[in-house]
């Protein structure tokens, strides 16, 4: 992924996040949650973006029975 692309993503992230964070009515204990989960999401992806983490699909998510 380019620099550009990767900027351009963060952006819309950003943009998304800031839009439910201003615009859409729910309980701040929510919005807290949902803030944590895009960081998380977003700092794998850019660790990922940069090689730094690797491939993601080599994970295994062991089957719950």
Do not use: C
Request: net charge positive; charged share 10%; glycine share 8%.
């Amino acid at each position: 992924m380019s620099l550009i692309g990767l900027i351009v993503a963060l952006a819309v992230v950003g943009v998304v996040l800031w839009l439910v964070n201003s615009k859409v009515p729910m309980d701040p204990g929510i919005k807290t949650i949902i803030n944590i989960v895009v960081l998380i999401v977003v700092v794998l992806f850019v660790l990922q973006a940069f090689g730094i983490l690797g491939s993601l699909q080599t994970i295994q998510v062991p089957r719950i029975r």
